[in-house]
């Protein structure tokens, strides 16, 4: 008789909760900072109003993201259990029918009818519920919500990358502090791109374009506004 050797792969979808919770924070947390920082400085605001605005921006965006993610996720954990308490609810009363409705879902995937009836009634009989929220409903330890992680990763991330161009900020002259604002924070947000796709298991090259892309676009704009608001005044 062969000897089983357990085979373990390295899967990434395990991440995908936390890793878009994380990369959506600190991607906000620059884009948003650093835009804020460089359409108060177009407009031809001193040091200190430039970083009063950005300290706000990093507090208030920290916060948003923190109690923006909490609800939302709050809402597909609401969604969850209600369709859990529909499924034990017909567990109990249709429990032969739902070893059905399990046998068909296997028996698509593949899966002979009778082979897929016996594979129902094994996995129903250690776990009912959980087989339905798996294979019928879709929802398992991996994809479930989880509204506090995901507001604690995003106000967390946010404040990470809205501490950099902040530094940057206030670290080089008001003459310089534009340019320097702009460029490293496209720097960062290539970093976090690449990072962010290394983790995932995608292409870095097109990661880091994506997002230092659109987040150049975002700052342009602000500038543009800043040096409209300037000119207006």
């Known amino acids: 008789m062969t000897n089983y050797i357990p085979h373990e792969e390295e899967h990434r979808s395990h991440r995908s909760g936390w890793l878009r919770a994380a990369v ?6 620059i884009v948003s900072t650093a835009s804020l ?18 300290v706000a921006g990093l507090v208030a965006g920290a916060l948003s993201m923190a109690a923006g993610e909490y609800v939302s996720v709050s809402s597909q954990s609401d969604i969850e259990r209600a369709d859990l308490a529909i499924e034990k609810q017909s567990l109990e009363d249709n429990y032969e029918l739902e070893v059905l409705e399990l046998a068909k879902i296997y028996q698509e995937r593949g899966v002979e009818f009778e082979l897929a009836k016996k594979v129902a009634r094994q996995l129903m009989k250690h776990d009912a519920l959980g087989a339905h929220a798996r294979d019928d409903i879709g929802i398992s330890e991996i994809s479930s919500a989880q509204p506090f992680s995901a507001a604690a990763y995003s106000a967390t991330t946010f404040s990470l990358g809205a501490f950099l161009p902040l530094l940057m900020a206030w670290l080089v002259p008001l003459s310089w502090l534009t340019i320097s604002v702009a ?21 870095i090259k097109i990661g880091a374009l994506r997002v230092a892309f659109w987040g150049a676009i975002a700052m342009g704009c602000t500038a543009a506004v800043g040096q409209l608001f300037e000119v207006v005044v």
């Open 24 to 29: 959506m924070g600190a991607n906000d947390g």
């Open 37 to 54: 920082i460089i359409g108060v400085a177009a407009a031809g605001s001193s040091i200190e109003s430039i970083m009063l605005a950005g």
């Open 183 to 203: 460029i490293s924070s496209v720097i960062f947000l290539a970093l976090l791109g690449m990072l962010a796709a290394y983790v995932g298991g995608a292409p």
